[in-house]
Every structure is written in C-alpha cells, then in structure tokens.
C-alpha cells in the first residue's frame, strides 16, 4: 500500500472516528439542529430492537431524510433524551465510502434509565468531506 494511500485511510478514519463523536455530543447536548447537517441529504437512520448475537430484529423507527430525523429529535428538545458513552469504534474504509461498527451505551438524562446497543454506519466523502449515509441502531434488550 502507498503513502498516500495509507495517509489517505488514516485521514479517512479519523474524520469519520470524529463525526460519530460529533453526533454523539450533538446528541448529549440536546442540539438536534446540528444532525441534519452530518448527513448526505438521502442519509437515514433507523432504530432497531434485536438481540446481540441474532440476526433478527424488529424495526423500531426509520427516517428516510436528514430533516426528518431532525424534526423529531427537535420535537423531543428538552425532554430526556440520551448521553450517548460510544464504545469500541471500529471503521473500514474503501475509496470514498465507509462503514463502521460500535458500541453504545447511554443513561437517558432525566430518568433513572438507560439504553444499550449497536451502531451500523455508512460513510460517503463528499467535496472532501466525510458525512452519514445511514445509520442503523440496534437497541439490546434489557
């Protein structure tokens, strides 16, 4: 593998490592104005009920657009909502797409509760830089 490919993925990984995190605290600070704009505009997100070890699942919530994501996550400002703790980061790159897989775990502010599970991501670069394509979130039970 070249240098500057080499450069490349490690830029990649890291720019991609910090948009999770981005999210992450966009979502801990109770800013959800701030997600649509770490999407491509067609990016998802899609939150699941499932198990750790199995395939199946059950399909929770899917928005099919930045801004409808956004607009219920600003429907809930205020209210509780997670402080997501992000876990075992792991991310594959290839040319200008990506995909990564991680851990969350996340005391809901405000409650005595918490939620558990696993992040399925996908990456596009796009005029150099990398944004969500789709995000899936797999809630353990529990």
């Given at each position: ?138 809630v353990f039970p529990g």
């Open positions: 593998m070249s240098t500057e490919t080499r450069l490349d993925r490690l830029e990649a990984q890291a720019a991609i490592a910090d948009l999770v995190h981005a999210y992450a605290r966009a979502v801990r600070r109770d800013e959800p104005e701030k997600v649509g704009a770490m999407f491509v505009p067609e990016g998802t997100f899609e939150v699941r009920s499932g198990q750790p070890d199995k395939a199946e699942y059950e399909v929770r919530s899917r928005y099919e657009t930045p801004e409808a994501l956004v607009a219920f996550l600003v429907g809930q400002k205020g209210g509780p909502h997670p402080v997501p703790l992000i876990h075992n980061l792991m991310i594959e790159v290839d040319g200008d797409r990506a995909t990564a897989n991680s851990m969350m775990a996340a005391p809901i502010w405000g409650t005595d509760k918490e939620v558990f599970g696993e992040y399925h991501d996908s990456f596009e670069r796009r005029d150099g830089r990398w944004l969500f394509s789709a995000r899936i979130y797999t």
